[in-house]
């Protein structure tokens, strides 16, 4: 499956490199890829949902929408950080679903090749094995790769791995 | 085999799509003729001139197009219809029956080719059969001018219109997912649209300019105010559809279900010109084709039946749809056989939804309302049950989506009244915004009856308990109270000064729901929230406030439905206020003996009015007053004019006030002036029994102060407002 998505890829770049855009939840780095993210809306203060799914951090409103908003650190079962962290708006590829993704800071954009790249360790806890798409190795660290896909409400909401409040989470 | 395309909407190309929109428009004119036609043969040929013309122009256009099948079926059509222009055949019943079929034959295959982009030839045999009808229809029909209907061609007819029938309703069901999608608008309208606009975008620079420090931002912001508004209400005003759009496919459908249930029904409209939201058109228009087939089904009699009853054979049923008091109402009237209450309760009582003891304490408006409940309309039970009632709950269902309500009014023997209440738009409502646990919802004004305020001090006072429930006395009826904060497992914000209560009702549940604070009421823009958060199921939807923070819209009734509240039925208030009334009345206190409290039913008393003494004229020992070109008889029991002749010689000048009294229960009574030292107070009162302890004064208790009733206004006044009271 991987390996497909990477064909894809190479149709819009011709060299194996691609460009992600850091975020960090914790002390850990993410990436996203670029074109998948519509904005960068930086910090904001959400809007909470009583009685929502635990990994909804709340809504926020963005071009006379209301998005609903994923939690990154409920996502990794991280308790709820104290500071207003940054939201991305992210779309999936039909351009039919757009929400939010709330981490802790979004770094910047990074170009990386494609060969960095590594499969998820197999030793991997189930929710993560199923977030992560593997981590490239930087200089500075590893850098786990993030589908937008799989992090969309209702994708979440079906999988019903994170309906329940992570550990950690007093929700 | 190799060409026939995938069904994909994609294929139909902007040409085709303006074609099919066309050509709907121009079938739906043509079915409002045909039945038009059918009901006033007079104008045949006006109208069969409307409907060649549709006919002619889906013809020309299809041969261009390349839809040959479309083209053929129109062709043959256009032929019978030239046959009738020209006068050579004269209009019957087959022949309306055969063009509403090739109606339902040209609009399938046009749904064919919006759906699938082709016009699918391999199903051509089924317009062989149509062809040949309508080539039979034409000379068949112009060689039996003269003919006598044979029966074998009634039976065939009736099986067709049966089948028409069912072709028809489908046929809507696709117009209806075609029209969902585009919206006709007034060119006028969208070039107001882009002036509002251009005119948004020039503010947003000037405002950008100047900056929030600028002396002309207020005016800046003012002039963004309006241009916002006006845009609103050209967007909202794009958005209004004619009812009548919506009632258009009426006289066919109940044309094909009269035939099938033989029933003659005559269908009236008014109040076509009404606009209503387009996607709240949408929303209704399954409940009001719902009600429509009932009333034709269940509510008008079989001919027969009619005229037994004194009724004219025809049945009429009237569609109406008018504005009150910011919604749209519409009513679906029949002047049929009404529901039979005592059938409707024995049925409930059959189906275990009340109980006998239940059922013979109902009123005849409670009783009503059990069709609306679900369970109690399955189809046998209609059918049994005289009235009206397949799904009954769903219309109601339907219509209180949309933030409507359902009524319905029968009488037996003289018809059912339906009435459908909607809001003029769904997108903008105007809306109550509380905080609670820290959070902003917005309550819908629509489901607001009102405010409590309950001090902290007083909280542990008002607040009782049954159980573990809290309620909450409200003019002596218990309402349950809900917490929002705990509903939702908020952090409750203990507040010293004291808490609200809004005093909700939505779908015959009444409750108070206990918040934190109140904001400002708000108009609010509806924006619907995501599948992972409707599933929750207690919003409605999202909407940014004037501080550009978001509230999320609490669902009223799912609320209710959450916390437990049942809904009850509210007539008990209504009876006690009612009977509050009946011994309550106003009455105009005065004085006029001094020191003496008396009083006048309010009702009699047409004006007060302050006369100079000059102008009080005597004759024969009475006061007498011309006013208004009548001559006034003026009572006196307190000698208040001596007092003033009085106070007239000392050089002071006088004015005596008058109440100008009239009984317009009893007609032609005399009016007459009553002269009063002063007027004191306008209140609710109670008239007390007449005793010995009263003597044969009338006395009432007025503000809880005794009061002499005024007598002798006419010699049976007391008494008759007695009798009214």
Known sequence: ?171 | MIWVRRPDKRDVDDLTKEFIAESQEGLDRMERCLTELEARPEDCEQLVGEIFRSVHTIKGTTGFLGFSRLEKLAHAGEHLLGSLREGRLAVTEELISGLLRLLDGLRAILTLIEETGGEGTRASDEDGALIAELAALNCEAAAALDHEKAAPVVMMKAAGEVEAAAQSTAAQVHAAASNDKTLRIDVDVLNRMMNLVGELVLTRNQMLQSGVEATNFPELARRLDSVTADLRETVMQARMQPVGNLFGKFPRMVRDLARTCKREVRIEFSGQETGLDKSLLEAIKDPLTHAVRNAVDHGIEAPADRVLGGKPAEGCLRLKAFHQSGSVVIEVADDGGGIAIERVLAKAVERGLVTPEQAAEMTEREALQLIFLPGFSTASAVTTVSGRGVGMDVVRANVEKVGGSVELESKVGVGTTLRLRVPLTLAIVPALVVRSGGQSFALPQTTLVELVYIPTRDAAQVVEKVGASEVYRLRERLLPMIWLDRLLGLKSATDEHGFYMAVLEAEGCKYGLVVDDLLAPEEIVVKPLSAVLREIGLFSGATVLGNGTLALILDIAATAARAGVKPVIEDEEEQAAEAKQKDERSFLVFEDRARERTALPLGVVERIESVPLSQIEYANGRALLQYRGELLQLRDDGRVLDEMDAMQLQGEEVAATVLICGDARVKGSPRMGVVVRRVLDVSEGTMLEKDVANGDVDLALVKEKLTTIFRGFCANGAESWKEVA
């Open chain 1, 1 to 171: 499956m991987k390996i497909v998505g990477q064909d894809a890829q190479q149709i819009h770049e011709e060299d194996d490199s691609i460009s992600l855009c850091s975020m960090f939840a914790d002390d850990e780095s993410f990436g996203i890829d670029t074109g998948k993210i519509r904005e960068v809306l930086g910090k904001r203060d959400l809007e909470r949902v009583p009685m929502a799914p635990a990994f909804v951090a709340g809504v926020v409103p963005y071009r006379g929408d209301v998005l609903t908003t994923v939690s990154f650190r409920a996502l990794l079962g991280l308790s709820e950080s104290a500071e207003a962290g940054c939201v991305l708006v992210l779309e999936d590829s039909d351009g039919e679903e757009r929400f939010g993704l709330l981490v802790d800071t979004v770094g910047g954009v990074v170009t990386v090749s494609r060969k960095m790249l590594e499969a998820n360790p197999c030793t991997l806890e189930a929710r993560c094995k199923w977030l992560f798409d593997g981590a490239y190795k930087m200089p500075n660290g590893l850098m786990v790769q993030l589908d937008p896909e799989k992090l969309r409400p209702s994708r979440l909401a079906e999988t019903g791995m994170f309906k329940q409040g992570a550990m950690g989470e007093n929700a």
